[in-house]
């Protein structure tokens, strides 16, 4: 009854805790939704005007003469502005430009990639595809004075943020988007001088022949007008995304974690062999005083294993004694972890042997057993009780150090997660997943240790 308040009381506890975190959690995303839902700050005609040329004037590449070309005979005037909610602000605006997309036809594309592609270097090429780029552009119409409805955020950062999607700049620049994807896209081989030109693949030449109308980039995105926490957990979304489910990377430490599993229960069961006949060799010697030369060897191997770190092991195992024989990367990290492991089992060992009474042996002998059996019937099943904790331990100190075999290119867990951050030049979310994984796998395994501690003090009392 006791027992079952006292698990009663943990589980209040518990849930009480989960509630308040959700608690806290719903008025935060309701003091965010109030905050961001609400309308942004009123602006004047002359200051949108303001952040609409500003913003314009910075889109053209530098060295883009045409791009500068058209930016300087677009107009775009500001009528007025509406604040709405979300933070949004509609600039209605008025605009004129020079109607590239017409004027850039399919004849005069072929034109400019021709010219290009007659050039003898790269450079001269963007050079002569801008010059009839030029040509063309300044024999471009201006279109008449349009309507059009500009977009921008209040943010919490950067203040007032005009909206550029695709389709503003491609309308204001009077369909320079357009002549770009045609350019890229659907121009495959060219016809000059009597010659086929294949620009399909040919990325330097495609470059080249929109160079002069190239854009800096910009983001089509809605700016992010949320809070600090919303931005915060909406970057959090997006690098978790980025990180593990696009294209399947989270299948790296899926597959990472199948490897290290599978090294570390190998090289236990190897090394709790090797454990085991280290540590009879040792406890016969010192009990009997036989096999001397095998406890000299076991004390060398012992000193050896022991004083050297794991990873240069593993490194001369693999690098040094096995590659040269043909063997592969895993069984390589087996034999290495299960070698080293085998050093420290046959300490537990042998000292949970060595800790069982002496008389345990006499009586043994008493009743008329010899060595051996004594040591097989009386001495090992409570070695065995006295060790067993002490060799979980051992596993859970295994699986940790198995975290150096990629250094041999094996593809463990840590490697999925390198793989990961290789693929994404992110540090923060692959390596943290990793070390979350470890953290869970030894938190379990340690508390499958304590049941099994308890359940041993528990026989021990009856």
Known sequence: MKKMDKRLRRLIVV???????AAIVGALVAIDSIITSGKAKDISVE?????????LDDLPVNIAKSAIEIRKNTVVTVKSVESRKNKELVFHCTYTTLDVKTSINEEAINE??????????????????????NKYIAS????????????????????????????????????????QDRINGTMSYVDSDGKTHD????????????????????SSERPDTSTAIRRTWNN????FHRNFIKDGRWKYLAKGLGTTLAITALALVLGIVIGVVIAVVRCTYAKTGKLIVLDKICKVYLSIIRGTPVMIQLMIIY??????????????AVICFGVNSGAYVSEIIRG??????????????????GYVATMWHIVVPQAFKAILPSLANEFITLLKETSVAFYIGVADLTQGGLKIRSLTYSNFMPLIAVALIYLVLVLALSYLVSLLERRLRKSDRR
């Open 112 to 133: 400019i990639v021709a010219s290009a592609a007659d050039a003898f270097s790269a450079v001269m090429g963007q050079i002569q595809a801008e010059n009839t780029l």
């Open 140 to 179: 471009a119409e201006r279109t008449p004075e349009r309507e059009i409805d500009i977009y921008a955020y209040e943010t919490r950062n950067e203040g007032i943020k005009l909206h550029l999607s695709d389709e503003t700049v491609n309308t204001v620049f009077g369909g320079i988007l357009d002549v």
């Open 319 to 332: 690098f040094v004694l096995l590659l040269p024989v043909g063997i592969e990367k895993f069984p390589a």
């Open 199 to 218: 620009i399909s693949r040919d990325n330097a030449l495609r470059d080249g022949c929109v160079g002069g109308i190239s854009l800096k980039n910009y």
């Open 15 to 21: 849930l009480s805790v989960i509630l308040a975190v």
């Open 352 to 369: 949970g042997i060595m800790a069982v009474d002496d008389g345990q042996s006499e009586a043994g002998r008493s009743l008329g057993l």
């Open 236 to 239: 959090f979304k997006d690098e």
């Open 47 to 55: 200051e949108a005007q303001t952040l609409v040329d500003t913003t």
